[in-house]
């Protein structure tokens, strides 16, 4: 398979973002992708980004989210999926990072998991749109996709990003996400996926 080619198309193919995935691609800050990627999971783009938006308004570091009101948070970040533990989440995640690490947000996925609610998803969109360093964030999007084309065999997310690290150009790991997170989004959709306007269809085994 000619990964480089469908990598190419799909940037070729210009395709909309969500206003989210926009959002986290100005981010220039780790705690910016950490924070907001805590967010974002199990909730749609459509509710995360207002939400995003809301949070900042409240501080912008973690001594100012160590001492945040809960419920002041709770409130500004619903109605994301579990709104109030997130709240909770963010607010001690942000304590830990004052109190052990400086302030300053960890660069490597081993120290990022240490943390309540923070998976290799979250750790790997971290080193890669926080740091700028070569990481493989895969989501529901990135897996479903990889494994739709036949690019990977795989039954987890995990496994994906495993087998992604061991085939994959690393000169594709920090933007892959992003590619097939707005394809999945746009064309390549968990349920009915639009193949007759796929911009790779002819390289996918449609693996469904």
């Known amino acids: 398979m000619n990964i480089e080619k469908i990598v190419q198309m799909l940037k070729d193919a210009n395709q909309p973002q969500s206003d989210f995935v926009k959002l986290m691609d100005t981010f220039n800050d780790p705690y910016f992708v950490l924070i907001s990627c805590i967010l974002s999971l199990r909730t749609n783009d459509k509710t995360t980004y207002p939400a995003t938006l809301r949070m900042f308004e409240l501080g912008k570091t973690p001594q100012e989210f160590a001492k945040a009101d809960v419920n002041e948070l ?69 897996h479903r996709i990889f494994n739709r084309l036949g690019y990977v065999k795989t039954t987890t997310p995990e496994e994906t990003e495993f087998a992604l690290r061991a085939k994959l150009p690393k000169e594709f790991w920090i933007e892959i996400n992003t590619l097939l997170v707005t394809h999945g989004q746009n064309v390549c959709k968990p349920i009915k996926p639009l193949c007759s306007i796929c911009p790779i269809e002819k390289y996918c085994e449609k693996r469904l």
């Open 74 to 142: 709770t409130q500004a970040i619903f109605p994301v999926g579990f709104y109030k533990n997130k709240a909770e989440q963010i607010i001690e995640l942000s304590k830990i990072l004052v109190e052990k690490y400086n302030s300053k947000t960890p660069d490597t996925i081993e120290e990022l998991v240490k943390f309540k609610g923070v998976g290799r998803k979250t750790a790997n969109l971290v080193i890669a749109r926080g740091f700028h360093k070569p990481a493989i964030c895969v989501d529901i999007h990135v």
